[in-house]
Every structure is written in structure tokens, then in C-alpha cells.
């Protein structure tokens, strides 16, 4: 869906015409996007419809084949290091040194952005006490909790205080409360003008914290909008967007499968 | 028991195994021919040694030497099981070793309907796969092809036999020791707190350099028929000892003694099952154990200004040597890097202990100095070189999403593998020194010599380090390509040998090598300065590449 673009004179983020395959397998079809300074941008679509990839094309971790990219007002490949400066990047399932404490990595990484001292201190110390890992920050990672891991993998893309978010399914295996402390952050953010994008198959969390929503399949953009925009695109007027997506992405047939599978 | 479960365990451990090589595999292809290249290859070359012996015996004349040869043929078929013990032993462990990173297990999840026995069983044949399997089939197809010249076919039957049973032996008796070491180290790290870590350290260095000396004590010096005679002249002394009763049954088979024979074969199989019913009851106790978790720090954090900054290190680059030395001693597969100067120590050392009878003549003693300065700084540095990049493994995406630049990345990892190197060539010169009690001309020249070896060599292979990572980290971290492995390797000795020849050239005008070429003397020292041009050179070409592709490195990052 290569005209899904707005025309917009802040943009955070702007791909034109980008395009990534590997092989056979079409990662991202030419797609056109925007996304505003401050905004929290959810991206959704089944596994494998090219949700990460497209993160990753933003950040410049995967080059695209075609198309350009540009980030915060720099061209992503012009200069990489600017951007990921001003970046900070939560990947899917992160692995992070396991053989250093939680402790140790998030002062490794608060030294990669060049934080001096005193503030790194201040902002360790805070996000640990708001993450609830105060008391296991001494441990070796090795020994930490798939959430655990979460977390600190949270704080580390939230200590620098980048300018964009790229937050590739942020609240996977997090506890609810620290889920809550996520959530409320990134608001708080947006408003300070922080922009997000936010890779997620959770649909209740896209639906109440993204101002605007894009759905992916098969590497194209298919649909982009604010909630009301969607379901007017889906025909599902006071439809939640669990119907919405399976609608758009022609995977509603769900009753069929479920009694095919309880035969 | 499920039979079909224990093969289909056996070949997932062995397609894990596979599984890691090519850098993004898609799906697992097995080509069988190359699956199956190596046991076939091990049988032809069994068969050419058996025919090869076979045809000697039936030539020979004289009955003095046939006699000789009946005697040694009947030594080896009387030790084999006892060898083949041993040599199972030793290489299931080093596969143990070897797994000391593994990050996925290769076992079976636990949920999954499968009995104890069945898993146990499973891992202890699959220990066997691969290089200890193809020395089984080559010993036995030599066995076999040999017994027919020799008419010897009843003892080969049994001795083949008794072969199989005491790799299944040695096999079960590591699954044992590795249950029980995974119980017994986390009851330590538990019981050490804070000092977990080096604690863990210290005991796998010591149990390398154990196991090494154990390794080279039997295969140094004593050479491969005299270390069969012992064998074969040592079981009937220990004939107590469970482990040696294979080769005691086999021995009165020779004899002619069936009752023997029968008890011993007997006793044997009794043995191999209480063996592995104790490992399948220690698996089934420990088997899910899990270490506890090692603290490193507590109490209040305060961020030091460090060291490194005042060397003209920036906060990124010292954080990632920092980071980097945290891995070194505490990633159990890295620590594995420990022990090589060690092994370069104690190689020479015992075999010229063997050899010289612990006597250095000053030929010797220039020879040992120069191997102990030179080679452990050279291969720590190039080993360091290349895995330095791939040991970042499938964390690498933070340096990809990081502000981190080619020349920082060249420059933090240039200095910690220089550096680590430094340390490691200033120990072993200390140790050499004290062993060999060189010259002092001869400590400077080839302590510069290895400094400049050390320079060269971590340029060039910290460049195929970023060219060749490999960051693929299940079932182990591979950390590089074998294939940079092999053609830096050859590289890196071609230009070793480039910068050192100045030296050789010297040692060879002055006699120190008995080589009868008559040229012009040349001074240590104006030998020295050509090696350190030769260095320089190589040094900043291959700093350039190392800049350079890590430029490409950061680039391409495809993550």
C-alpha cells in the first residue's frame, strides 16, 4: 500500500518507498510512513508480516534494498551514529551479557551513551527502584527472569533519554505493575515530546496507548489511522481493534479453525 | 525402554550438533554422503592398515620375526579394551569441556514423555558420535581385516566385543562426572557467595591444567607401543580395578582360560549396568538442577572514574574493555583461552623432560626460552584477535544500536587483546627465565621480538576477527568462521615467520642452529630493528584493514 503516507512538517520518522527481502521472502514492501514528533505509534501484524524488520530499517540495523530513511531529521545512512545516539532500541526477545549483573550492564551502557557519573547513578538507582529490581542488581543476568531480562533491557533504552523510542514487543513477559510503569512512562514521554514506536501483538495495549495505529501483513502497510480511522476503514464501527485487525488482515475465520481443531 | 526414543534423542544431540554451521541458516539440510564421509573413511583406512599388516606377516620369512610379530599383534588385541577405555575417557571429557559454554541444552526437554534410562542412554551413545565412533570403527575393521591373515578371528570377535563395551563404559562414566559436577559446583557457588566467580574460575583452570598434565604425561615420551606394553603389562597388576576387567577377560581368552574368560566377561557387564543405573539415578536426582544464582555485588552503587580514561580511552571504549575483561573470567567458554599458554608451557617442558631427562644443554635451553617468550603471546594474541568480535554473540545488537564508531571498536579491542596478550607473554617470560636461564641479550631481543609479534599479529587478527565473526551462539557460541580460522592461521605463521626471520638469519650466522650455510655474521641487534620494521609494517596495513571492515561491520549490521 505504497500511498498510505501523511504530509506532515514534523515528522520523527520518514520511510518512502522502503522495501527489504530476504530471498524469497518479501520482509517489507515499499512502504510509506510517517510518524510524528511525540506521537506513540503502534505497529501491529501477524508474526512474520515484517513488523520487526520495518524497526530495524528505522534504527539502520537492516539496510533496505530500496527506498530511504529519516530519522529525527537525519537521513539514517548519512550518519548513523547521530541517530542512534538519539535512539533507544528494545529488540525482541533481547539478549543482553548474561555473564555481567544487572548492575554492571546498565552502567556499561550508560558509559556506551556517554552519561556522565553523577546522572548515570541517579538514573540507574531510579529505574531500579521503579522497576522493582532493587536487592537483584548484584546478580549475574545469567540467573534473571525472562521479565527481569525485559526490564533491564527497558531501562538501558530509556537511560539515555533518547529522543525515539523503537520498542520491538516492550511489555513481553513484564509483570503488571512494571507493565504499568512502562505504559504511564511513554505517555508521560510523548508529552515531553518523546516519539515511540511500539512493535506489538498485544491488542489492548496498542489500542489504549497508541495515538495512531499501523497494520501490517505480508510486509505491506495496510491500514494506518487513529482507532476511529481504522474501524471506519474496516467497517466495524464500536468494534474493538482485536476485530478490526483480524478483519483488515483477512483472518477472521476463527470459529472454523477452533472446531476443525477440537474434531 | 523405548528404543526408538533413544535414536530419535541420539540424532537430534547429533543434528545439534550440525545445526551451527553457515552463518543464516534458514532450514537444516543434511547431505548423508558427508554425514556418513567420516565413519567410511575410518573403515577404508582400518581395512588398508589391516591388509597392509596382514600382507606384511604372510610375506615375511623368518619365523624369528613372525613370532615377534604374533606376540605384538596379540599385545595390542590383549590392551586394546583397556585403550580404547582410556582414549573414550579422554575425549568424552574434552567434549565435556568443550560444552562448558554450551548456552541451549542439547537434551531433551524434560517435559516430554521420555524416561530417565531413555535419555541417559541416549546422551551416553551420543557422547560417542563423531571422532571417538570413527576410531571404533577403525580399530575394529583393522581388528577384523587383520585376524583373518593372523587366523586369530574367535579372539578378534571378542576383543571387538570388549572394545565396544569399554567405550560404553568410559562414555557412561563421564555422564556420571558430568551430573555430578554440575551438582557439586553449584553447591560451592552457593556456599562461596561473592567469591562465586572466582572461585569458578580457579576450579576450571585447575581442572584444565590437571587434565592437561594427566594428557600429556600419557602421551609424551613413552610413544605409542611402549604406552601399549604398559597397558598391557599394567592390568594385570590393577586386575582389582573394575575398569580394566574387558581387557582381563580378553587376556584369558588368550589363555585358553574359559572359566576366566566367562567371570571376567561377566563381571564386565555387571559392572557397565550398575554404572549406568547410578547414572541414570543421579540424572534423575540432579538432572534438573539448577546453579544458583552468583551475586557479584551489593551495598551501595558508586560508578568509578577509571584507570583506562587516564590511558586516552573514552567512557564507550573503556566500558567496552571493562566489559570485555568481565567476560574473560566469567564466561566458562572463554576461560577455556587460560589455558593456552599453559599448554605451550607444558608441551615442550615434558616432552623435554622425557627427552633430556631434565637436563637443558645451552642449544636447548635458547630454544626453550624462545618457544615459551614467543609462541603463548602469539597464538593468545591471535586467538583473541579473532573471537574478541564473535564473543559479543547475539548481544552484538547493542553495539549495531549503539553510538559506537569503526575506530573506537578497532581501538578498545585492538588495546584489550594487545593488552591481555602483554600479561600473558610477561608471564611466561617469567617463567621461561627461570626454567631456561637465557642471556640478557637474548631476554631484550626476544622480548622485543614478541612485543612486535604481539603488535603484528593482533592487527591482523582482530581484521578477520570482524570479517569472520560468527555470532551464532546455540548449541556454542562459535564466536568465528573455521574457514577465517585456517587461512588467518596460515597467514599469521607466514608473517610471523617474516618478522622473526631476521632473528633466525642471526641464530643461524651464529651458530645457535646447526645448519651449514656459510653467511656473513649479522648483530643481534641490527637483526632486532629489521624485525621491527617488518612488524611496523604489518602492523599498520593490517591496523587499516582492521579499520576497514570494521567500518563494513557496522554498516551492514544485519541482526
Redesign the interface.
Known sequence: MGSLFMVSTAEAVKLRKVAKRY?DIVAVDYVDLDVKYGEIFGLLGPNGSGKSTAL?II?????PDSGSVSVLGIKAEDD???V??Q?G?V?ES????E???G??YL????????LD??E??AR??EYLEAMELEGR????I??YSQGMKQKIALI?AFMHKPKLLLLDEPLSGLDPRSARIVKDLLRKLATQGVTTIMSTHILEIAQAMSDRIAIMYEGRLLALGTMKELSQKARLPESDLEDIFLKLTRTEDIREVVEALLK | MNWRNVFRLISVEIKAGRLVRGQRL?RYRERKIFQYLLYGGACLLGLAIGIGAGSFYTGVSDPDLKVLFDEGALSLFLSIPTLVLIFSLVFTMMRQIQRMGVRASLQPPYWLPITWEEHTLASTLANLIGTPLAFLILLISAITTVSIYLEQIPLATITILALLASAFLASTTTEIFRILQVRLTGAVYKSTGKAAVWVRFLGSMLFLIVFYVVWFAFTSGTGSIALIEAVAGAQNAVWFLPYVWLGMSVAAFMSGLLAQTVVFSLASLLFVLVLFYVAVKLNARFGLYEP???????GV???K?GFLGKLGF???E???I??DF??FT??RELMYIFITPLVFILMPLMQYLGASGGYFSSGGSRFLFAWILLVPGSIMVFMLGLMIIGEE???V??F??????ARSLVKCKYAFVTIFSFVVMLFCGVVGILLARPSLDIVIALLIESILLIFALGAVSLGAGIKGADFT?VPRPRMVRPLTVLVYGLLCFVLALAIFSPLLLHAVTMRYIPISIYLPKIDLYVAVSISAVVALVVTFVFHKIALRNAEEF??????
Not at chain 2, 544458583?292 to 551489593?298: E, F, V, Y
Open positions: 530471498a530495524k534504527l539502520g540495523l537492516v539496510k548513523p551514529i547521530s542512534k545516539r535512539v532500541y529488540p533481547p539478549r543482553i551479557y555473564f555481567l549483573t548492575l554492571e552502567d556499561f551502557v550508560g558509559d556506551i551513551y556517554g557519573a553523577s548515570k547513578k540507574i538507582e542488581e548484584g546478580d549475574m545469567s540467573s538501558s | 534458514r544458583p544464582a552468583i551475586t557479584i555485588s551489593r552503587y558508586a560508578p572514574v573514552s567512557s564507550l573503556a566500558a567496552v571493562k566489559k568481565k567476560a566469567r564466561r554473540g547475539e548481544s545488537w547493542l549495531f544500536s549503539s553510538p559506537i564508531t551462539e557496522l554498516t551492514k549490521a544485519e541482526i
